[in-house]
């Protein structure tokens, strides 16, 4: 059974910073793309960003670009999401997720398995 499990949320202040974590088990890690999601209060899921499975694609959001970077380790099974000069717009919970197939990876549709999510809450 895949499991996926974030960390690293919280409160921060507007133009500070958090990392996120997403630890991937029960399954070779190398086999998914990774992507990370969030979801604003009161809006849909969209994307934030997404990495291949060798760490050599990533892509962005037009509102994140410049400001997040989405890294992996797939020693630790893990993918981080780095945001940095946080504003009160990326508030939101920020979910991982896991899929097989290669390409265009920007629909949640594309991923098989989620994590739960975490808090991410940036005050000005």
């Known amino acids: 059974q895949v499991q996926l499990v974030e960390s690293g949320g919280g409160l921060v202040q507007a133009g500070g910073s958090l990392r996120l974590s997403c630890v991937v088990s029960?399954?070779?890690?190398?086999?998914?793309?990774m992507g990370w999601f969030r979801q604003p209060p009161g809006k849909e899921r969209e994307i934030v960003g997404y990495?291949?499975?060798?760490?050599?694609?990533?892509a962005y959001a037009d509102s994140v670009r410049g400001r997040f970077t989405l890294s992996r380790d797939n020693a630790r099974n893990t993918v981080y999401l780095q945001m940095n000069s946080l504003k009160d717009d990326d508030t939101a919970v920020y979910f991982c997720?896991?899929?097989?197939?290669?390409?265009?990876?920007?629909?949640?549709?594309?991923?098989?398995?989620w994590g739960q999510g975490t808090q991410v809450t940036v005050s000005s």
């Open positions: 997720a896991a899929g097989r197939k290669v390409g265009n990876l920007q629909s949640p549709d594309e991923y098989d398995y």
């Open positions: 990495i291949d499975r060798s760490g050599m694609i990533n």
């Open positions: 029960g399954s070779t890690f190398s086999n998914y793309a």
